[in-house]
Every structure is written in C-alpha cells, then in structure tokens.
C-alpha cells in the first residue's frame, strides 16, 4: 500500500498552479523528486563534490566510492548479474544510441534487418534509423492492434534470419501497453537475433529483472523514477559489452594512449569517457532506496488501482476516448485520450487553468499516433504520488473542457 501521505515526500507538490492545488499528472515525461533525493544532491556539493577515479585524496575516495556504491544499487535494482554490466549514461536515449553506434557498426551489415515495433518512441527509432542508412540495413516494425497490443501474430513472419536486433519498449509512453518481452525475447533468441528492451516507462514503474526477461541489452532513465536529470544507465550482458567497441574517446576510458593508438579499459569503464555525471548518479541511488522503501510490486499495484480508477472515470465524460488496452493487467498509468472538438493543446491549456499538468502532442512517437490516426493526444500519466482525488480534478476539469469547446449537438450526439 502506497499511503496519500507520499505526496508530502514531494516539496513541489506543495505549491498551488493558477491559485488550485497542483496536480501533477505527467510524471511519463518526468518524475518529480523527493525532499531525501534533493538533499542527497545538496550533500553530495557541500560535503564530498570531488571528481572520480582520479584523486587519492579523501573527498575523491569518496566521490568515487558513492559514484561505484551507484552503480551496484542500480544493478541490484534490475537484478543485473554483475555491477560492470550498468553503463552510466545521460538517459535512455543515449544508452540506445550508444548501442547502435557501437555494437551497431560492428554486427549491422547491408540486408540485415533491425525489428522495432509501431508503439516506440523516437527515440527507439531514430538512432536505427541512423544506422540504418549508415549500414545499408532495414527497419521493420510490429504493428498494434485496435486494442493497443502488439499484433504477435506478426512476429513470425517478420522475424527472419537477416534479423539481427529487435528493440522494443516494455511499456509504451502512449497507450500504457505493458509488452510481452518475454515471450518476444525468446523467438527473437530462436529467429538468431538480439533483444534490446526501452524500460523507460517500464524501470520506474514495475520491478523489472532483466535474468527473468532474458533480454540483452536495457535502457532506463533516472529522471523518470524519481531521480534526477542527465543520469541513466544502459544494462548489456558482459560479453556483449566486453566485445563491442568504444563509444566516446576521451580520459578515463583508455589503458594506454600512444600518439597514433590507444588500448581501453574493460567495460563498464570503456564507454564512460570523460567526467560522468558523477553528483545525479550517486543521488540516483537514493531514488532507488526511496522507491524500493514501497516495493516496485507496491508501486505497480497503486497505479494498477489507480489506472482502473482513472479509465472508469474518464469513460464517463462524454467526447473523450481512451486509447490503449482496457485490461489493467496489461498496461500502466501513462493514458493518453482526446476530447471531441478540442484540440489537445486547447484541453491542456484549460487544465492547466485548473491546477492540473498533463502533456498534449505527439509525446515522441509520431509514428504511434499516425497508427491511430491522430497527429496528437493529451496524456495524463500516474505515479506513486497520484491519488483519486488526482483523477476526480482531472475529469472534473475534463467537463470543463467539454463545456468550452464541444458543441452541443455533437456531446448529444456521442
Ligand atoms: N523511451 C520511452 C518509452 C520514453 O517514454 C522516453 C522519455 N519520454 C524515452 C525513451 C527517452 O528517455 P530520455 O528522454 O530520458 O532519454
């Protein structure tokens, strides 16, 4: 049980928007942070800033030990086999584009084929997409049903031996579609290729064991999970790693540097070139000690309660239209919908008015929303901070909506 007294862990969610009460329904895009985490960060440039790696003085030993302590808690956090299997990066976006780049250029070859699905973010497409035109490759995508699963019956036949990867997300930052990366890891497995999971919107939110998925290379950002901006990890298996070349060339990655060549160190280390982002990775750790404090099974079954509760509601303001699976089971809290008449900046516009944050556009997947024939959404999307109260301010600002700009025949109408 997540009790409504978490709300009070979060400083910005103590403010009024538009003198109402804030509510904060777009943590798809970005968590907010607890008072613990924006402590650990303050400690972290009072008490011990230092860069890592490098000193042999005691604040350095330090930065380094909590920047190294980051790194176990973040593997143990997705069960990861071994700490040098988590790659510090910027986010998810630059751990995928770290994989196309390097284990990309080295094991894409013209006629390969690349598998995404319909449902990815850009940034699950664009950096294959790049390699792609690079390698002389293809990209393939597995459409989504009417309901917003994908169309596994497709999956047979666009698996074949030329493909090489299939990147997917395990759970949509659209339609709240939690995807069956098991069962897809497995024929990917059997079809020869490699199975590349976008945990985005998935890590922050259910517990998430990349042994149990049996994938081989995870993507997942800090700032969604109630840590801070600019740190994420990319999770590869060792060997994997080990044999892919590096991905920035800079200090701190390199054994030796000769003027015409240089030898790098092993993995983790080979693909964090340069001073990393030492203050938001250690302060990650804290995120994952607040969030593991509920339990992700906890977290997952709040928003699971929530999400149920939020669809109900919704369904009953006349003009709106959900989109995504119905069944709480296989999706999240990120719900996106549109008002009849209204367009999704104008619904999110008046929201605001109310106190109430969410997001309108195409949230990064253009190709999705192309699929359900829109060009935009509005999305409202759950955390552990959301209460029903949070869904009740939305629908009533949902009829608010509705008054303004759906014309009475049509509302009579539908
Ligand atoms: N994939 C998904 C499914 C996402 O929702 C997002 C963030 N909106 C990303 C990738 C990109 O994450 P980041 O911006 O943290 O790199």
């Known amino acids: 049980m997540i009790p409504e007294r978490v709300r009070e862990d979060f400083p910005i969610l103590q403010q009024r928007m538009h003198d109402k009460p804030l509510v904060y329904l777009d943590s798809a895009a970005t968590s907010q942070k607890p008072r613990i985490v924006l402590e650990a960060l303050t400690r972290y440039y009072e008490e ?23 790194r176990v808690r973040v593997a143990r956090f997705i069960n990861a086999p071994r700490p ?22 080295a094991n894409i070859r013209a006629g390969d084929e690349i598998l995404l699905t319909e449902m990815e973010h850009h940034s699950n497409i664009v950096p294959w997409q790049l390699l792609a035109a690079e390698q ?12 917003g699963r994908l169309a596994l019956e497709e999956l047979d036949t666009l698996l074949t031996e030329r493909t090489k990867l299939v990147a997917l997300t395990h759970q949509s930052n659209v339609l709240g579609t939690i995807t069956p990366v098991e069962e897809i890891t497995r024929r990917a497995h059997a079809a020869g290729a490699l199975v590349l999971v976008d945990g985005a919107q998935s890590v922050p939110h259910m517990p998430v064991d990349v042994q149990a998925l049996g994938c081989d290379f995870l993507a997942f950002s800090a700032h969604k999970m109630c840590g801070p901006t600019g740190a994420g990890a990319l999770w590869a298996r060792y060997d994997l790693l080990d044999a892919m070349p590096p991905f920035h060339g800079g200090g701190e990655m390199i054994m030796l540097v000769q003027l015409d060549s240089s030898t790098y160190k092993d993995p983790p280390y080979k693909f964090e070139a340069g001073t990393p982002n030492i203050a938001d990775c250690i302060v990650w750790a804290t995120a994952i000690d607040y969030l593991e404090g509920f339990g992700l099974a906890a977290i997952r079954e709040h928003e699971r309660q929530l999400t149920r509760y939020a669809l109900a509601q919704l369904r009953e303001v006349r003009g709106v239209r959900v989109y995504g699976p119905e069944d709480v089971e296989q999706r999240g809290g990120a719900i996106a919908f549109d008002v009849q008449g209204a367009h999704p900046h104008d619904v999110a516009q008046v929201l605001d008015q109310e106190g109430i944050a969410v997001r309108a556009g195409h949230h990064c997947a253009q190709p999705l929303h192309r699929r359900l024939g829109l060009s935009a959404s509005t999305r409202a999307s759950l955390y552990l901070y959301n209460t029903p109260g949070d869904i009740d301010t939305l629908t009533r600002g949902l009829e608010v909506v509705r008054r303004l700009f759906t014309p009475r025949t049509a509302v009579r109408d539908r």
């Open 84 to 105: 040098e299997e988590i790659v510090f990066t910027r986010g998810t976006t630059e751990a995928i584009n770290l994989v196309a780049y390097t284990w990309g250029r």
């Open 48 to 70: 011990y800033n230092a860069n890592v790696h490098r000193g042999i003085y005691f604040l350095a030993e330090k930065a380094t030990q909590a920047y190294e302590d980051a």
């Open 136 to 147: 002389g490759a293809r990209l393939r995508y597995l459409p989504f049903d009417g309901a």
